[in-house]
C-alpha cells in the first residue's frame, strides 16, 4: 500500500509544481514593484507626472500610500500569475510533445501565452478589481471614497453592494489585456531565451536578465493601451444623476480617441514600461531561484 501512494504523489507535484512557482515567483516581484505600479495607477488617472505624484502622494498621504493596495496585489498574483503562468507551462510542454521534442515556432508560443493570458485573467479579475479601487481610493472626493481595509473587505463588500458579478466588473478588458500582456511577455520570453543562449552563447544569469528585459518591453507595448480602457471603466463613478461615463469598453475607447487621440491610450508608458519590464525580470528571476532551490532539496 506504501508503494503505492509514492508515486501516486509524484506524479501529482509536477501538475502543480508550475503553478506553485508561478504564483510566488509573481507574489515575490510584487512586493518590490508595488510603488512603481501606485504611481502609474495615479499618472492613468490623470494626477500628473511621475514625480508630480509621487511628491503629492509623500507629502499628502505619507510613505505607506505607495503601498496602498498591497494585500489585493498579492491576491491577484496568488491568482492571477499562478494561472497563467502555470497554464502557460503545461501548454507549452504539451505542444513541445507534439512537435516530437522541436522548439516551438513563435507563433505556437504565441497562441499559448494568449490562452494563459486569457485564463489567468478569468481567474484573477476579482482581485485585480479590488486593486485598482483601493489604488484609486485617494483620488475620489472623500465622500465617494470606499475606504476598503484591504482586500478580502473589498471583495466582501463588493458582492454585498453590488452583487457577486460586480466582481468581474471590467472583466473583458482585463482579459483582453491579459492575452495581449502575456502574448508579449511570455512568447517573446521564450523566443529571447533560445537567442541569448544558442545565438549569443550568454550564460544563464545574462539570459535571464536580456530575455526579461525584451519580454518586459513587448508585454508594455502591447498591453498599455487596454490597461488604459481597463482602469478607466474599474475605477469609474455615477454622477449625480447615477449616469456612469462610460457605458462600456468600446464606449470608452471612442471616446479617449475624440478626446485624445491613439496616444492618449499610452498615456504614462515610460513609468508603466518601468513597471512591468522590472516585474518581469525579477519574476523570471525569483522563478528560476525557485526552482533551483527545488532542484537542490529534490523537489
Known amino acids: 500500500m506504501g508503494g503505492e501512494k509514492k508515486p501516486q504523489s509524484l506524479g501529482v507535484w509536477p501538475t502543480v509544481k508550475p ?3 508561478g504564483g510566488a515567483s509573481g507574489m515575490l516581484a510584487t512586493c518590490v514593484i508595488q510603488p512603481i505600479d501606485m504611481i502609474k495607477v495615479r499618472i492613468q488617472l490623470g494626477q500628473g507626472s ?4 509621487t511628491k503629492n502622494m509623500l507629502k499628502n498621504e505619507g510613505f505607506g500610500a505607495l503601498y496602498k493596495g498591497l494585500s489585493a496585489g498579492l491576491l491577484r498574483q496568488a491568482t492571477y500569475t499562478t494561472a497563467r503562468l502555470g497554464t502557460f507551462k503545461i ?3 504539451k505542444a513541445v510533445e507534439a512537435n516530437d521534442g ?4 513563435l507563433y505556437q508560443k504565441a497562441l499559448c501565452g494568449l490562452t494563459a493570458g486569457a485564463i489567468g485573467a478569468s481567474v484573477g479579475s476579482p482581485a485585480d478589481l479590488a486593486l485598482i479601487r483601493m489604488q484609486a481610493d485617494a483620488t475620489l ?3 465617494q471614497r470606499r475606504n476598503y481595509s484591504n482586500a478580502f473587505n473589498a471583495l466582501y463588500r463588493i458582492v454585498a453592494d453590488e452583487g457577486v458579478l460586480a466582481l468581474w466588473k471590467g472583466a473583458g478588458p482585463t482579459v483582453v489585456r491579459a492575452m495581449a500582456l502575456n502574448m508579449g511577455m511570455l512568447a ?10 544558442d545565438s549569443l552563447g550568454c550564460g544563464e544569469g545574462a539570459t535571464v536578465l536580456g530575455a526579461s528585459s525584451v519580454s ?6 502591447c498591453s498599455l493601451p487596454f490597461d488604459y480602457v481597463k482602469t478607466q471603466i ?6 449625480a444623476q447615477g449616469k456612469y461615463p462610460y457605458t462600456g469598453s468600446m464606449d470608452c475607447v471612442l471616446k479617449t480617441l475624440k478626446s485624445g487621440g491613439p496616444f492618449k491610450f499610452y498615456t504614462g508608458f515610460p513609468v508603466y514600461c518601468v513597471r512591468i519590464a522590472p516585474h518581469v525580470m525579477m519574476t523570471w528571476i525569483f522563478l528560476n531561484q525557485i526552482q533551483k532551490l527545488e532542484k537542490s532539496v529534490g523537489l
Do not use: H, I, R
Open 19 to 21: 503553478f506553485v512557482n
Open 50 to 53: 511621475a514625480g508630480e505624484v
Open 91 to 93: 501548454l507549452t510542454s
Open 102 to 105: 522541436k522548439p516551438l515556432p
Open 141 to 143: 472626493p472623500a465622500a
Open 188 to 197: 517573446s520570453y521564450d523566443q529571447s531565451v533560445e537567442f541569448f543562449k
Open 216 to 221: 518586459g518591453f513587448f508585454a508594455a507595448a
Open 234 to 239: 474599474q475605477k469609474m463613478q455615477p454622477d
